[in-house]
């Protein structure tokens, strides 16, 4: 599986809720329409005590992950008009945003219990060495391919560079407490989210 990550920040005369929303009910369907797309999740970063300062210092509001079977389906994307609505929409909310592109690795399959708030990792360690930690309800390393500006975007580009990125989840804000405090120190960067599944169009 082939996941296109973006690492998006608001424009700073754009409030966090009104991004938010707008990003769900407006852009979020835009991007439903993209061809090849399999699965669509919008993670938005909540303000927590969690959150490491590395992760403070990028002021990143969400991470979307746009997931494609192979490269194939992800180009049927790129250079579509589904994707120019996009990125002209982009450009009321969206004040920098960077592109990742990254294979899929499910290390711990994501249980039905895992709820919709999750940790999102930027340079974390070997995200092997997180598979024991207890009360783990899923963990997918996306493996970096290649990082830049999100294609044909007037969007100004955010300059951050991540070599490995993952994705944590469990039953509860407890549990998620209780493993950031044991991750932190070995993570550059380390956000709270909350995850949005968005239904592609068939």
């Known amino acids: 599986m082939i996941a296109a990550i973006s690492l998006m920040r608001r ?4 409030p966090l809720a009104r991004f938010r929303r707008h990003w769900l009910d407006v852009h979020g369907p ?3 329409k993209f061809a090849g797309l399999s699965r669509y999740m919008q993670c938005h970063v909540l303000d927590s ?4 300062p590395a992760a403070r210092a990028l002021r990143i509001d969400g991470f979307p992950i746009l997931f ?3 490269d194939a389906d ?3 994307a790129q250079g579509s008009p589904e994707m120019d609505a996009c990125n002209v929409d982009s450009r009321l909310f969206v004040g920098a945003v960077s592109r990742v592109s990254a294979e899929t690795e499910e290390i711990v399959p994501r249980a039905p219990s895992a709820g919709g708030i999750s940790l999102l990792l930027l340079d974390p360690p070997d ?3 997180l598979a024991d930690t207890p009360r783990l309800r899923g963990l997918t390393n996306y ?3 290649g990082q830049g500006a999100a294609p044909n975007s007037t969007v100004p580009h955010l300059p951050v560079h991540v070599s490995a990125m993952a994705h944590a989840w469990f039953d509860n804000v407890v549990d998620i407490e209780e493993a950031a405090a044991a991750w ?3 993570c550059a960067a380390l956000f709270v989210v909350e995850e949005h599944w968005l239904d592609p169009v068939r």
């Open 74 to 76: 992800r180009k049927l």
């Open 184 to 186: 932190v120190p070995a």
């Open 127 to 129: 995200p092997r060495t």
């Open 30 to 32: 835009l991007v439903c």
């Open 49 to 52: 005590p969690l959150t490491t």
């Open 11 to 14: 424009q700073d005369q754009v």
């Open 143 to 145: 493996r970096v391919r």
């Open 68 to 70: 494609f079977a192979n």
